[in-house]
């Protein structure tokens, strides 16, 4: 790295540490990634989505500069995973053609060594002395064991080295779990919301938040099976990502159970939204596949609740789940609580 260069480095790293400090974003190297790149300007999308969270949110939340890292950032990184476990997987492969060339090679020595053994089964006819018989006999005994010992010993390598790229492979996808997308959906899963959620509250940036889930799921599941119930997450699921705009997050909390955080809006915007959703679920039509009969009497209930500035994160959930068991209570396909 030139003086030059290495000049503006320290002047990007100057500029990025007091922004994280202001919008306590902690320190971890993606991070500083992320925000070197903010203040070199390198890229001007990357640019565009954080001045939109910090215009939204009044901040860029935790989740937030995780998803534009692994966005903008972590692709090449990410590929080159990808590339990686594609190599070991051929290296696997590899070894296992290697292993068979190996014993196919001790195959055909020992092929050797038996027209040995039936040549010096014929020592006599040809005129070979006792001592030149020994010196060939114990000459092909000795190769003979020095291949078998290297091919057992070269046999164990491979065994050890598989086991340890399957190994490699398997802890490679488990980091996978540590992510903030839920598997099933493609939403926010509880990590991401709890981390939002939490900025949120601490940087003082009102918000709302809508708890929902689907009603009678346990009804499709039992009558259709879990791939039916799997579609219908499916498809509520992308009811809720089709209204994440303007700052506005899905979450699946687990099972049928969603969440959405709305910052900077007000219990009545947040409930006009969830009204939105409720009317726009109801309409939803899914095929079953397997009986070819058409699910259309999906609904789902809503609570909606506003944070007051000073509520800690359980205390809203609790208060918002409340709504939502009352909506429930109410017959359902409704949302609480009622418009004022």
């Given at each position: 790295?030139?003086?030059?260069?290495?000049?503006?480095?320290?002047?990007?790293?100057?500029?990025?540490?007091?922004?994280?400090?202001?919008?306590?974003?902690?320190?971890?190297?993606?991070?500083?990634?992320?925000?070197?790149?903010?203040?070199?300007?390198?890229?001007?999308?990357?640019?565009?989505?954080?001045?939109?969270?910090?215009?939204?949110?009044?901040?860029?939340?935790?989740?937030?500069?995780?998803?534009?890292?692994?966005?903008?950032?972590?692709?090449?990184?990410?590929?080159?995973?990808?590339?990686?476990?594609?190599?070991?997987?051929?290296?696997?492969?590899?070894?296992?053609?290697?292993?068979?060339?190996?014993?196919?090679?001790?195959?055909?020595?020992?092929?050797?060594?038996?027209?040995?053994?039936?040549?010096?089964?014929?020592?006599?006819?040809?005129?070979?002395?006792?001592?030149?018989?020994?010196?060939?006999?114990?000459?092909?005994?000795?190769?003979?064991?020095?291949?078998?010992?290297?091919?057992?010993?070269?046999?164990?390598?491979?065994?050890?080295?598989?086991?340890?790229?399957?190994?490699?492979?398997?802890?490679?996808?488990?980091?996978?779990?540590?992510?903030?997308?839920?598997?099933?959906?493609?939403?926010?899963?509880?990590?991401?919301?709890?981390?939002?959620?939490?900025?949120?509250?601490?940087?003082?940036?009102?918000?709302?938040?809508?708890?929902?889930?689907i009603d009678r799921f346990k009804n499709f599941n039992d009558e259709y099976g879990h791939l039916l119930g799997d579609q219908v997450l499916r498809a509520f699921s992308k009811r809720l990502r089709e209204c994440c705009k303007e700052g506005v997050s899905a979450y699946r909390l687990g099972g049928e159970e969603f969440a959405l955080l709305l910052p900077g809006r007000s219990l009545a915007l947040s409930r006009q939204v969830a009204e939105s959703l409720r009317r726009a679920i109801e309409k939803m039509s899914i095929?079953?596949?397997?009986?070819?009969?058409?699910?259309?009497?999906?609904?789902?209930?809503?609570?909606?609740?506003?944070?007051?500035?000073?509520?800690?994160?359980?205390?809203?959930?609790?208060?918002?789940?409340?709504?939502?068991?009352?909506?429930?209570?109410?017959?359902?396909?409704?949302?609480?609580?009622?418009?004022?």
């Amino acid at each position: 790295m030139s003086k030059d260069s290495f000049a503006q480095s320290a002047a990007y790293l100057k500029q990025a540490v007091p922004l994280m400090i202001k919008y306590q974003i902690p320190t971890t190297p993606a991070n500083y990634t992320l925000w070197y790149s903010y203040v070199s300007a390198s890229m001007p999308e990357l640019n565009q989505a954080i001045d939109q969270a910090i215009k939204l949110q009044g901040t860029c939340s935790l989740t937030t500069c995780e998803r534009l890292f692994h966005q903008y950032l972590a692709a090449q990184s990410d590929q080159q995973l990808e590339t990686m476990k594609l190599n070991l997987a051929a290296m696997t492969s590899e070894l296992g053609h290697t292993m068979q060339d190996a014993l196919s090679d001790t195959g055909a020595f020992q092929a050797m060594l038996d027209r040995s053994f039936d040549r010096l089964s014929r020592i006599d006819d040809e005129g070979l002395s006792l001592e030149d018989t020994m010196g060939i006999l114990r000459e092909l005994v000795r190769e003979s064991r020095d291949v078998r010992m290297s091919t057992m010993h070269f046999r164990s390598q491979l065994t050890s080295a598989e086991k340890e790229i399957k190994a490699l492979k398997e802890a490679l996808d488990e980091t996978r779990k540590l992510a903030n997308e839920d598997a099933l959906t493609g939403l926010l899963n509880r990590r991401a919301f709890s981390l939002e959620m939490d900025s949120l509250i601490r940087n003082r940036h009102p918000f709302s938040l809508i708890l929902t889930d689907i009603d009678r799921f346990k009804n499709f599941n039992d009558e259709y099976g879990h791939l039916l119930g799997d579609q219908v997450l499916r498809a509520f699921s992308k009811r809720l990502r089709e209204c994440c705009k303007e700052g506005v997050s899905a979450y699946r909390l687990g099972g049928e159970e969603f969440a959405l955080l709305l910052p900077g809006r007000s219990l009545a915007l947040s409930r006009q939204v969830a009204e939105s959703l409720r009317r726009a679920i109801e309409k939803m039509s899914i095929l079953d596949r397997k009986s070819g009969r058409r699910i259309d009497h999906i609904t789902s209930s809503f609570g909606v609740g506003e944070h007051d500035g000073t509520e800690a994160a359980d205390p809203l959930v609790e208060r918002v789940d409340r709504l939502l068991y009352k909506a429930k209570e109410l017959g359902r396909n409704r949302v609480m609580p009622l418009p004022s």
